[in-house]
Each structure stands twice: as structure tokens, then as C-alpha cells.
């Protein structure tokens, strides 16, 4: 055929069967015809395989942890903060209780009292089932700087309470929810900073919860008696504005959002039986775990001990998980995170077992030491194993749904403890349920930990 689109003298005419014209070329014409069909193949095949490679190049330069730098260690000093005025504020939750206890709420069970400082506990972790997944597609800052907000005004509300159920429902539930979605997306973040270095940094974001919840019990016992509860919890809140301040400025996410797909809460990564087994084992820590926190100072009052003396053992448990967040967080990424909470933990639930045994100031001091120690070791890495459990798109979502599931352990636990102590009428059967409850914790950690490595003792997991 001419290039002018008429047939050339090689070229010839047929009818096809619905008597449409056709064109028959020659061999020399059908062969440049083919040529040229193979060479634009090719070069389709070439732009494609350049995209790919630049693809690739994107998502390993996405994936390079940076592992440390200013911009890194200024997450983990913004989480650090958070984890201050979240897990650190109702990790002093103990103090309060004492307080509510001997003046502001007589007329009420410590059973009943112990309500609020369960929500507080539960809360923290409800939110991760959604907070975690809205993480993962991109939405961070919006949740996070309402839930700051909503924490400072909580606190400037308890200050103007005077019935239990307003305590309840500022204290318990606004304070614990908003903690809860500033807390769930942290280790999130640090998945998208950290790699080798993770759960050091884990680690040291836990010595925030520490800090917050050594330094908030001694500034109550500080200002109650000089201030008044009003200006003590005000206070309060000026403080807590303080550290949410900081956790603004500094913490961002790094990787790119997923796309979002699916439902916005996730349920599919139950089907990992060793992510199930240790969801499960977080529940029933937390049945027990925090019982220990929540009533030392109330113990120690029926013990004969002054309630400021109570105070400072609430400082002194936390003061004391300082040592144990920071020891697993350094020895986390040499021999495993699961590795090292197991054997803490179980110290905690002997320790949980020999509480009720302590009747002077000389054993329960060093008992709380060694409990806050113990106990510290779990808290801070109770999210690291998950992290392993999946790539870093989906850290979120396997985070939210660890913390929601835990919470149903934190809210029964310490209730449920005062319950035995008001039916038994004493503490030694408190011990026996909070203890066994941690023991058999660390029983279902132990099996998560055969299911990853198919091994009972060797790996690092």
C-alpha cells in the first residue's frame, strides 16, 4: 500500500465473508509491518520496566530506617512527653484513689472508687482499634491535637466536681478516652523511624510514663494540703499543657499512607494464631497487673502507714519501672522483646502473690521496688512483639486492635480485686487472684513464642 493510503501495484483486494474489503500485503511490507510491531513492544516493555525500577527505588528509599538522627530522637523526646501526660497521669491513679477514699468521696467503696482509675486504664487502650487504622491511612495530626485539647479541659473539669458520677465521667471516661488516642498511634510512629533501634526507643518513650507517674503522685501530696484540690488539679492541667505541647511540635509520621481499603476496623489479622494467643495473654495481664498499683497506697494506710507515706509509694512503684522500661528497652533488640518480658513478667506475678504478706514499711518498700521494676518491664514493651508480626503499613492496625482487646483486661482487673477484698474481707485472696491471673499471662506468652519460632527456649523474638 502507498503512503498516501491507495493500493500499491503489490498490493491486492478480498472480500471477507460479511463482504467488508480487505488488504493483502506483500512479504516484503508484512515484514516491516512485524518489525515495527516487536520494536514498539519492546520500548512499551522498556517504560514499563523503568517504572517498576523507579517504583522499587522509592519504596527502599521510604523503607531505609533512619535508625537515629535529630529528626528520630526528636519523636521518641515528643512521645516521651505524651506518654508523661497519658500513661504517667493515670498510672498515678493510685494517689487519687486514696485520696477520694479518706476525704473527698467516704460515703463510697473503695470497689466503687476503683471504677475511675479502671476506665482511666481500659480507655487508654480502647481507641487503638480505630485510632490505629485512621494511623495507617494518613490521619494523625487531626485525632491527636483533639485529644490533647480534650485532656487538659478534662482535668480543668475535675477540679470543679463535687458528686462521684461527675468525677466519674470527667476523670474516668474524657480523661482515659482522650489518653487513649494520643497514645495509640505512638508506637506507629516509631515503626516508621526505627528498625534495629526499636524497641530501645520503645523503651525510652516508657521512662516518660515513668517520669509521669513518679512526679504527678508527689505533686498532689504537694499541693492538697497547701492549694486545695481545685488549684492542685488546675495545676495539674497547666502541667499536662506543658508536655502536649511539645508532643505536637515534635512527633510526625514518615511513610507514606496506605490506601485505604476494607472496613475501617480490620479483624483479619486474628487469623495470625500467635497475634490472637498474645492478645490474649495482654487481656489477662492486665486482670491482674495493675491491682498492685491501684490499691499499695490503700493497703499501706490499713497497714498503720500515713497517707502521705501512702503517696510516695504510688512515686515509688513508678520511679521504680523507670529501671525496668529502660533495661528491656536496651536489651529488647539484642535478644527479643518477648524474650525479655516474659521472665519480668512472671517476677511481677510472684511479687503480686507475696504483696498481701508485707505488713511494715521496711518489706513493702522494697516489695513495691521490685514490683514496679517488674511490672515496667511489660508496659513498656507490650506493643513490640505485634510490631514483628506483620510489615510497618499495618503496625497500626495490629497495635489498635492489642490495645482495644487489653482494655477489657484493664477495666475488670483492679474492680474486680476490691470486690474480692470487700467479700473476703482480706487482702491475701486479692493476691492469689492477681497473681495467678499474671501467671497464667505469661504461659499464653510463652506459647506465642513457641508458635513464632517453633521452638519452646532458642530465638530471638
Given at each position: 500500500m502507498a503512503s498516501n493510503g491507495t493500493l500499491s501495484p503489490s498490493d491486492s483486494m478480498t472480500l471477507r465473508d460479511d463482504g467488508a474489503p480487505t488488504v493483502s500485503h506483500s512479504p516484503e511490507e508484512q515484514q516491516e509491518l512485524k518489525v515495527k510491531t516487536e520494536n514498539a513492544t519492546v520500548r512499551l516493555e522498556e517504560s514499563e520496566k523503568q517504572q517498576e525500577e523507579a517504583a522499587t527505588r522509592d519504596v527502599k528509599v521510604d523503607l531505609a530506617?533512619?535508625?537515629?538522627?535529630?529528626?528520630?530522637?526528636?519523636?521518641?523526646?515528643?512521645?516521651?512527653?505524651?506518654?508523661?501526660?497519658?500513661?504517667?497521669?493515670?498510672?498515678?491513679?493510685?494517689?487519687?484513689?486514696?485520696?477520694?477514699?479518706?476525704?473527698?468521696?467516704?460515703?463510697?467503696?473503695?470497689?466503687?472508687i476503683a471504677w475511675i482509675g479502671s476506665i482511666q486504664y481500659s480507655l487508654i487502650f480502647v481507641p487503638g482499634i480505630i485510632v490505629g487504622r485512621l494511623f495507617d491511612i494518613g490521619y494523625f495530626r487531626l485525632p491527636f491535637m483533639t485529644a490533647n485539647a480534650a485532656l487538659i479541659l478534662a482535668t480543668f473539669l475535675v477540679a470543679e466536681c463535687t458528686a462521684f458520677w461527675q468525677v466519674l465521667l470527667c476523670q474516668g471516661i474524657l480523661t482515659g478516652f482522650a489518653c487513649g488516642v494520643m497514645f495509640s498511634p505512638l508506637l506507629a510512629v516509631l515503626s516508621h523511624w526505627f528498625d534495629k533501634k526499636r524497641h530501645l526507643a520503645i523503651g525510652l518513650i516508657a521512662v516518660g510514663s515513668a517520669i509521669g507517674g513518679t512526679v504527678v503522685p508527689i505533686l498532689v501530696r504537694a499541693l492538697l494540703p497547701a492549694v486545695g484540690f481545685q488549684w492542685t488539679m488546675r495545676i495539674l492541667a497547666f502541667v499536662l499543657l506543658g508536655f502536649t505541647a511539645i508532643s505536637n511540635v515534635l512527633i510526625r509520621p514518615r511513610l507514606e499512607p496506605r490506601k485505604a481499603t476494607g472496613r475501617l476496623v480490620n479483624f483479619g489479622q486474628f487469623k495470625n494464631l500467635a497475634f490472637t494467643v498474645y492478645t490474649t495473654a495482654s487481656v489477662v495481664t492486665f486482670l491482674g497487673l495493675y491491682t498492685a498499683l491501684?490499691?499499695?497506697?490503700?493497703?499501706?494506710?490499713?497497714?498503720?502507714?500515713?497517707?502521705?507515706?501512702?503517696?510516695?509509694?504510688?512515686?515509688?512503684?513508678?520511679?521504680?519501672?523507670?529501671?525496668?522500661?529502660?533495661?528491656?528497652?536496651?536489651?529488647?533488640?539484642?535478644?527479643?522483646?518477648?524474650?525479655?518480658?516474659?521472665?519480668?513478667?512472671?517476677s511481677a506475678g510472684i511479687l503480686t502473690y507475696a504483696w498481701p504478706y508485707a505488713h511494715t514499711l521496711e518489706t513493702i518498700i522494697p516489695l513495691t521496688i521490685l514490683y514496679g521494676i517488674s511490672s515496667g518491664a511489660f508496659?513498656?514493651?507490650?506493643?513490640?512483639?505485634?510490631?514483628?508480626?506483620?510489615?510497618?503499613?499495618?503496625?497500626?492496625?495490629?497495635?489498635?486492635?492489642?490495645?482495644?482487646?487489653?482494655?477489657?483486661g484493664a477495666l475488670a482487673g483492679p474492680p474486680i480485686s476490691g470486690a474480692i477484698r470487700s467479700s473476703a474481707g482480706n487482702w491475701e485472696s486479692v493476691g492469689y487472684y492477681a497473681g495467678s491471673m499474671i501467671v497464667l499471662s505469661v504461659i499464653l506468652m510463652w506459647i506465642t513464642r513457641v508458635l513464632l519460632l517453633k521452638h519452646p527456649y532458642k530465638g530471638i523474638i
Open positions: 530506617f533512619p535508625d537515629g538522627g535529630w529528626r528520630a530522637w526528636g519523636v521518641v523526646v515528643g512521645a516521651s512527653c505524651t506518654t508523661c501526660a497519658t500513661f504517667g497521669y493515670v498510672n498515678s491513679w493510685g494517689a487519687f484513689q486514696v485520696y477520694y477514699e479518706n476525704n473527698k468521696f467516704p460515703d463510697q467503696s473503695p470497689s466503687s491501684t490499691y499499695i497506697a490503700t493497703y499501706a494506710t490499713q497497714r498503720g502507714i500515713s497517707q502521705s507515706m501512702a503517696y510516695n509509694l504510688v512515686s515509688i512503684a513508678n520511679a521504680s519501672s523507670l529501671v525496668g522500661r529502660l533495661a528491656t528497652g536496651l536489651l529488647g533488640d539484642r535478644i527479643g522483646p518477648l524474650n525479655i518480658m516474659t521472665p519480668f513478667t512472671l508496659v513498656a514493651l507490650i506493643g513490640s512483639p505485634v510490631l514483628e508480626m506483620g510489615d510497618a503499613s499495618s503496625a497500626g492496625e495490629r497495635t489498635g486492635l492489642l490495645f482495644s482487646f487489653t482494655a477489657l
